[in-house]
């Protein structure tokens, strides 16, 4: 069974970048998509990214194209989220989760087929 820790998080001011790493145990990624998940104080939980088992392809929501990369090292079994010009509306808690099977965005943004999670680490973006 895997178990998922992600670390990275914190305050960081408007424009500001910071990258989050889901580092992985009990298992090996290799197999498994892996995607990025967060949930704001009051809102539901929304998928942000995700990224297929070999890495070769990828997926964001619409609000964080062009400022947010996710990518994986799974000689590391870790996944990374790599966030730039971070705007206040980015501020939730953000959880990783893997998923086992072929690779179909829009599913695995819609988070419902995850088997694993993370406990999440929280970006608060603030001046």
């Known amino acids: 069974q895997l178990h998922l820790v992600e670390s990275g998080g914190g305050l960081v001011q408007p424009g500001g970048s910071l990258r989050l790493s889901c580092a992985a145990s009990g298992g090996a990624l290799d197999y498994y998509a892996l995607g990025w998940f967060r949930q704001a104080p009051g809102k539901e939980r929304e998928g942000v990214s995700c990224?297929?088992?070999?890495?070769?392809?990828?997926d964001h929501v619409d609000s964080v194209k062009g400022r947010f990369t996710i990518s994986r090292d799974n000689t590391k079994n870790t996944v990374y989220l790599q966030m730039n010009s971070l705007k206040p509306e980015d501020t939730a808690v953000y959880y990783c989760?893997?998923?086992?099977?072929?690779?179909?965005?829009?599913?695995?943004?819609?988070?419902?087929?995850?088997?694993?999670w993370g406990k999440g680490t929280l970006v608060n973006v603030s001046s």
């Open positions: 989760a893997a998923e086992w099977g072929p690779y179909v965005g829009s599913v695995c943004l819609g988070g419902n087929g995850m088997e694993y």
């Open positions: 990224i297929s088992s070999a890495g070769d392809f990828s």
